[in-house]
């Protein structure tokens, strides 16, 4: 075995790397070609166009547009998300009373974590779906109904939620309605990933600087989230990345997948419509490694801002 490592290695990795290659570096390589393309998608003609594909993207308004709403998206859903997240896991592992077990979280908390993670086993196609009708605008949604029962909405101007493209604190107010759903389905899934972590820390900790006086809100900032930066950082990254998707999101909940009046576009729902309806798949496949050059530089520059040595406890 000493002596033949490399084969053995080489004969269990052979078949996984061959198949990532085919299935993932090779479609990649090919988006890449193709978008040095006039490639239309439903023939063989191509022309080389060489890099006019990337210049167009810095000239093209919807573009522009969707990018400043991916941008939104890129600092709200992890802002909002870890903050929730970060608040119930604090207050699911040590936010209860201190008893002779030492410091626990609250009453049932076991319970809530399961009720906190439930959306996370959903799809969220079947998650945008069951939002579409509670956000219903036409008397029928959830919310609508019961704000009409006790009168506080009148029936004849009903919530508009996603079909409303009036800005609100300067963003299309269909983004914060998609919003929150973004922040509903993902919470709990990073609650449960910081509870695990916040377990990793020494009750003892937080013993011991209650007994010096401290208290919840200086033992989160103090204690917890130092201890939890490492945690946080790799949250943020992954949330990146579902931020500049959105698209399952958009596509089921708006009108036009993208709409009203392009309130809702992000780069891609562009890059579908680009590709699939106007048949520009060269111009489509240049979005796509636009969006993917961006999204690993972000990531890359984010785990660079906040690396840092190791906290020992």
Same mark, same amino acid.
């Given at each position: ?112 974590? $399961?009720? &906190? ?6 799809? +969220?196609? /079947?998650? %945008? *779906?069951? @939002?579409?009708?509670?956000?219903? =605008? ?20 009903? $919530?508009? &939620? ?6 609100? +604190?300067? /963003?299309? %107010? *269909?983004? @914060?309605?998609?919003?929150?759903? =973004? ?131």
């Amino acid at each position: 075995m000493r002596h033949g490592v490399a084969r053995f290695v080489t004969g269990f990795l052979a078949l996984p790397v061959a198949i990532y290659l085919f299935y993932v570096v090779w479609p990649f390589a090919q988006a890449a070609g193709y978008s040095l393309t006039d490639w239309g998608g439903y023939s063989d003609r191509q022309q080389f166009v060489g890099l006019d594909n990337y210049i167009r993207l810095f000239s093209d308004e919807l573009i522009r547009k969707a990018f400043w709403h991916n941008v939104f998206f890129l600092v709200t859903v992890p802002l909002f998300t870890i903050a929730l997240a970060l608040f119930l896991a604090f207050l699911l592992n040590v936010g209860g009373r201190e008893d002779r077990a030492g410091i626990r979280g609250v009453f049932g908390s076991s319970v809530y974590k $399961i009720i &906190f993670f439930f959306p996370q086993v959903l799809s +969220l196609v /079947v998650v %945008a *779906v069951m @939002w579409q009708q509670i956000y219903r =605008a036409d008397g029928q949604g959830l919310i609508n109904g019961v704000l009409m029962k006790v009168g506080l909405v009148d029936p004849d101007n009903p $919530i508009a &939620f996603t079909n409303d493209p009036e800005p609100f +604190l300067g /963003v299309p %107010a *269909v983004l @914060w309605w998609l919003l929150l759903i =973004a922040v509903w389905s993902g919470a709990g899934f990073y609650m449960v990933l910081f509870s695990a972590a916040m377990q990793s820390i020494p009750k003892d900790v937080y013993e011991a600087a209650i007994l010096d006086g401290a208290g919840r809100f200086h033992t989160f900032f103090r204690i917890t989230l130092p201890l939890l930066r490492e945690t946080v950082s790799v949250a943020w990254v992954y949330l990146g990345f579902i931020a500049l998707d959105m698209y399952a999101l958009v596509f089921v909940m708006t009108p036009s997948q993208g709409g009203p009046n392009h309130a809702s576009e992000i780069f891609a729902s562009v890059l579908n419509f680009t590709a699939f309806q106007k048949g520009q798949f060269g111009y489509a496949c240049a979005m796509g490694v636009a969006l993917a050059i961006f999204t690993i530089l972000l990531a890359a520059a984010q785990l660079r801002i906040t690396r840092r040595e190791r906290i020992e406890y």
